[in-house]
């Protein structure tokens, strides 16, 4: 079982930067990937960014790509968001989520299994 508890939401301006973090606790495995999604009011929940608990390799959405960057420390077991130059258009719930399968680095919300409850990032123009 996997636990997950996103901070680091809230308001800013656009231009603005945010950091979110995700706290993991419960059993990790470097196989797992680790990513974060959003979904805003009206819209299916997308991916954003994904790095695997046991390597380096980052993947982004096209949308957040320059801007954002994925993270890990394993020594805090926390996953991190950085948000630079951020947009009314990146205004959503951002979620942190587990995948427990061995193999390439998903973007669906469905191969995913465990997920925190959110956390609400706004951007005002």
């Known amino acids: 079982q996997v636990q997950l508890v996103e901070s680091g939401g809230g308001l800013v301006q656009a231009g603005g930067s945010l950091r979110l973090s995700c706290a993991v606790s419960?059993?990790?495995?470097?196989?797992?990937?680790m990513g974060w999604f959003r979904q805003a009011p009206g819209k299916e929940r997308e991916f954003v960014a994904a790095?695997?608990?046991?390597?380096?390799?980052?993947y982004y959405a096209d949308s957040v790509k320059g801007r954002f960057t994925i993270s890990r420390d394993n020594a805090k077991n926390t996953v991190y968001l950085q948000m630079n130059s951020l947009n009314t258009e990146d205004t959503a719930v951002y979620y942190c989520?587990?995948?427990?399968?061995?193999?390439?680095?998903?973007?669906?919300?469905?191969?995913?299994?465990?997920w925190g409850q959110g956390t609400q990032v706004t951007v005002s123009s």
């Open positions: 989520a587990t995948d427990r399968s061995v193999g390439v680095v998903s973007r669906d919300v469905v191969a995913y299994d465990y």
């Open positions: 419960g059993r990790t495995s470097s196989y797992y990937t």
């Open positions: 790095i695997k608990w046991g390597g380096d390799s980052t």
